[in-house]
């Protein structure tokens, strides 16, 4: 009788380390999930499920013909990915965009682990190096690696790691919005997979409104960062607000607060800039601030933000705040499987590999696990093609980038191999229709890439 693989450790509770763990129990593998919360907390986490959404509650689009992380989440539905799943059951109205009540989300994530008989969850902080008998681990610790263990990877590698401040945006319990000032509306009147044209709470401002904001915000106290983060870089997908206003007058006004598809029916006109809040949870108790990731202290938060038209009540169920991230220098450290070159019995998955953004971590965990199941049952799992969304951040964090000017990176179409597209005076297409070719190209191509023998691990419960 042939013996049973070892277990394949997941270390790592978010979205990469579910996926992880989920792609590889559904091959057939015995899992151990560790997770260290809630016997140890981080700067950001405020319990101890599962899969907690501590940044924005959006996955972001969720159309998958024209845009690069739509696209992403149609590749990981059709592999059967845990972290969709939840989120296709706990969605709530966020114009194009996919977003979830994130308790519920954690909550479903959690339990579905729970209750698969191959998976085991064990809580507590593992504060070093996985043991050597630990033949198959997947390290999906996020941008919130343990010093510890961070510091263990650091020396295994020989690397030092990057690292990034990622802030957080204020929620506002809705019910203390201004409706005689605000209004909701989607972009464009767009219809998200919510089904609602009116999905975002719009606060207008006008010019001269929009100027006294962005000078306080100038103005306002910051939270004073430790000696050791004064060199962080941020990451430019996710600046605090006030670091976009110290950019310049405008930067908010073409930035987050752009008032474009937008008209206030108050004044039957398109505002000078706009302030947009999400909805947060299924309840539609709470709205998040859109693009307003700070590191105001908290009573500054409070003072500023009240002074945005329609949130001068404004109670906040959460304030903003700051915490750093962490990840590798990925195409240098990592191989095309996300084995750790110098210990390849580890693999990384997440954020913590350089991609940026919660579909783009998740998608990395379905692989690893992926990989991982292969290498445990001794078959063989090729990557999904380049073309693919999927493929193509893999490809990218795993060599694509220049190790030398390494950051993290969404999905996005810049990723994938060129379309030679041109109209019938022979120039190139461009917008739209081309970003319909990479997605129908990809789509052709993932679903021939999960239908071969390269993904014979496939399995379609």
Known sequence: MNKPPAPIHVIGGGLAGCEAAWAAARRGCTVILHEMRPDKGTPAHKTGDLAELVCSNSLRSDDASTNAVGLLHAEMRDMGSLIMAAA?????????????????????????????????????????????????????????????LAGAIGNATGEDSLAFFDAIAPIVHRDSIDFDVA??????????????????????????????????????EKTEFKEWEKNTPYFEGCLPIEVMAERGEMTLAYGPM??????????????????????DNALGTLYNMVGFQTKLK???????????????????????????????NSPRLLDGELRLKAVPRLRFAGQIT????????????????????????????APPPVTTSMGALLNHITGGADAGTFQPMNANFGLFPE??????????????????????RARTEFAGWLAGSDSSLLVHE
């Not at 598809?261 to 505002?271: A, E, M, N, V």
């Not at 908290?298 to 500023?304: C, K, M, S």
Request: overall charge neutral; aromatic content about 8%.
């Open 183 to 220: 209004w909701m509306q989607s972009r464009y009147d767009k219809e998200g997979p919510a089904g609602d044209k009116a999905a975002y709470v719009n606060c207008p401002m006008n010019r001269d409104q929009y100027f006294a904001f962005v000078a306080a915000l100038n103005a306002g």
């Open 88 to 148: 296709d059951s706990h969605q709530v109205p966020a114009g194009g965009a996919l977003a979830v009540d994130r308790e519920g989300f954690a909550r479903a994530v959690t339990e579905t682990i729970a209750a698969h008989p191959l998976i085991t969850v064990e809580r507590g902080e593992i504060t070093g190096l996985p043991p050597n008998d630990w033949a198959n681990v997947v390290i999906a610790t996020g941008p919130l690696t343990s010093p510890a």
């Open 258 to 279: 752009k008032p474009v598809g937008l008209t206030d029916p108050h004044s039957g006109h398109r505002p000078f800039a706009v302030v947009q809040l999400r909805q």
């Open 419 to 440: 379309i030679e597209l041109r109209d019938a005076r022979g120039r190139p297409l461009r917008g739209k229709t081309r970003r319909e070719a990479y997605s129908a």
């Open 298 to 328: 908290h009573g500054e938060q409070t003072r500023i933000f009240r002074m945005i038209p329609g949130l001068e009540n404004a109670q906040f169920a959460r304030l903003g705040g700051i915490h750093r991230n962490t990840f590798l």
């Open 354 to 381: 350089g991609v940026e953004g919660y579909v783009e971590s998740a998608a990395m965990g379905i692989l690893a696990g992926n990989f991982a199941a292969a290498e445990a049952t001794g078959c063989a799992f």
